[in-house]
């Protein structure tokens, strides 16, 4: 199983990106998924993901839209009006389908993870 996360970069405050998961070996589909994210010195958090719904943190909700196209075996982290705080290493990560909701935000839930993208939020 791998997971291949890109499309990070360095934006501008206020601007957006859009993240990209792809996955061979497994169908997204069957899985819960989560985008996590790790800025420097700090623990990773759970930033948005999607099991039979969409779920995201606080500091994120109106902002990032998490989505998963079943053809492509791809999901999604749309990000806009992008802070400073946003900036980070974000991953993208796997658990199985039966993950209970309050779970969905514990890294050790997870047991694929992509191998991160660094986004940037800088003027």
């Known amino acids: 199983v791998q997971l291949q996360a890109c499309g990070g970069g360095l934006v501008q405050p206020g601007g957006s990106l859009r993240l990209s998961c792809s996955a061979s070996?497994?169908?997204?589909?069957?899985?819960?998924v989560g985008w996590f994210r790790q800025a420097s010195g700090k623990e990773r958090e759970f930033v948005a993901g999607?099991?039979?719904?969409?779920y995201y943190t606080n500091s994120v909700k109106g902002r990032f839209t998490i989505s998963r196209d079943n053809a492509q075996n791809t999901v999604y982290l749309q990000m806009s009006s992008l802070k400073p705080e946003d900036t980070a290493i974000y991953y993208c990560?796997?658990?199985?389908?039966?993950?209970?909701?309050?779970?969905?935000?514990?890294?050790?839930?997870?047991?694929?993870w992509g191998q991160g993208t660094q986004v940037t939020v800088s003027s």
């Open positions: 990560a796997v658990a199985p389908s039966s993950i209970i909701l309050s779970s969905m935000y514990r890294p050790t839930e997870y047991h694929y």
């Open positions: 070996g497994l169908t997204f589909s069957s899985y819960a």
């Open positions: 999607f099991r039979r719904g969409s």
